[in-house]
């Protein structure tokens, strides 16, 4: 199976700014909706933000408003968390997920295709 792949973790200062990409699987043939989600040790995985077919809804985690922005460029097969003001609470393995349908979806449930994540450590 195809799979989205994460890319542009790190380390950070809180305060700091980071952007993750993710390279679209390619396993949807028509449209698809994308999201972000974080998964810190011995917690479960949540919900950070979702974007539907064609960018024209997004939906966030109460956590990630005002600070995170989502948005996705389908000519270059992409999907992007711009994460600013971050805080050390935000330290997290951070996944790419993408879903049939049009979205944008806020349950794991509704997604399909994940990637193997990207760690974000943000530090005080």
């Known amino acids: ?10 380390v950070v200062q809180a305060g700091g700014s980071l952007r993750l990409d993710c390279a679209a699987s390619g396993h949807f043939s028509g ?8 998964q810190a040790p011995g917690k479960d995985r949540q919900f950070v933000a979702g974007i539907g077919w064609r960018s024209d809804k997004t939906v966030y985690a109460d956590s990630a408003k ?3 922005t989502i948005s996705r ?7 992007y968390l711009q994460m600013t003001n971050l805080k050390p609470e935000d330290t997290a393995t951070y996944y790419c ?5 049009l979205g ?5 449930h509704d997604y399909t295709a994940w990637g193997q994540g990207t760690q974000v450590t943000v530090s005080s």
């Open 66 to 68: 005002g600070r995170f």
């Open 1 to 10: 199976q195809k799979l989205p792949v994460e890319s542009g973790g790190g």
């Open 104 to 108: 944008p979806y806020s349950s794991r």
């Open 31 to 38: 449209g698809f909706a994308m999201g972000w989600f974080r």
């Open 97 to 101: 997920a993408e879903a049939y349908g």
């Open 73 to 79: 460029d389908d000519a270059d097969h992409t999907g």
